[in-house]
């Protein structure tokens, strides 16, 4: 199937930092990526959608001046979590959508401690 | 997107046949209903979807009600690496325009040796 890549698998940074998450569609072009985030032994919660050359939507609750999303590309999505704090510590998951069928498929995950 | 609901967990005997049910009584005529599974601390991974018809392909197979309204997706032949968290979920296929994709619960499969 399609592959959607994101990029790092997992990083640890101090508080206060911004940290840059990258997912990447590496064979097909992706109008339409979602971000979820997932505390453990939780659901995956849906935090935007980001689509290419627009701005995010933002679901209700997720603050957009703290985690920035940029689709700059078909093929690539970025989550920037500004100035991060402990509890911004989670698993991190995009997905995209593949163009025709409109399968959905998942990268591998981001896992961010925050210190 | 429609509301699923899944049992929290199940338990299967190695080799046996696991039935995973989902109910998705809301769902509307053009929504599809898909399968995902989640290994700990990786991203979700597609098995099957449909959209009224029985499917089957090499993971699983997709047994959806006359009415819709609910469907079990059928693993064969458990192994110990079907063991994962297995999601229902139910959403507009095509890729024209915004399909906002969320999660409920799903059900945590524990495949017992």
């Known amino acids: 199937g399609a592959v959607v890549s994101q990029h790092p698998s997992w990083v640890i940074c101090k508080s206060g930092t911004s940290v840059k998450i990258e997912c990447r569609s590496l064979?097909?072009?992706?109008?339409?990526m979602f971000w979820y985030r997932q505390f453990p032994k939780q659901s995956l919660m849906l935090m935007a959608t980001?689509?290419?050359?627009?701005?995010?939507?933002?679901e209700q609750g997720v603050e957009k001046d703290k985690f920035l999303i940029n689709h700059a590309s078909l093929t690539l999505s970025t989550l920037t979590v500004t100035s991060a704090h402990p509890e911004d510590s989670s698993f991190y998951i995009c997905?995209?959508?593949?163009?025709?069928?409109?399968?959905?498929?998942f990268g591998e995950g981001s896992r961010l401690t925050v210190l | 997107d429609a509301k699923t609901t899944q049992p929290t967990s199940m338990d299967c005997a190695e080799g046996r046949a696991a039935n995973l049910p989902c109910n998705h009584s809301?769902?509307?005529?053009?929504?599809?209903v898909y399968w995902y599974r989640q290994i700990h601390s990786q991203g979700p991974q597609y098995i099957i979807h449909?959209?009224?018809n029985n499917e089957t392909n090499e993971m699983a197979s997709l047994i959806i009600t006359e009415d819709r309204k609910s469907s079990t997706l059928i693993l064969p032949h458990a192994t110990l690496r079907d063991t994962a968290v297995y999601y229902c979920?139910?959403?507009?296929?095509?890729?024209?325009?915004?399909?906002?994709?969320?999660f409920g619960t799903g059900t945590k499969l524990q495949v017992i040796p």
């Open positions: 997905s995209a959508i593949f163009p025709g069928a409109g399968e959905l498929f």
């Open positions: 449909g959209l009224k």
């Open positions: 064979d097909f072009q992706a109008t339409t």
């Open positions: 980001s689509n290419e050359g627009s701005k995010a939507t933002y």
């Open positions: 809301t769902i509307s005529g053009n929504e599809y």
């Open positions: 979920i139910v959403r507009v296929a095509g890729s024209g325009g915004y399909q906002k994709v969320t």
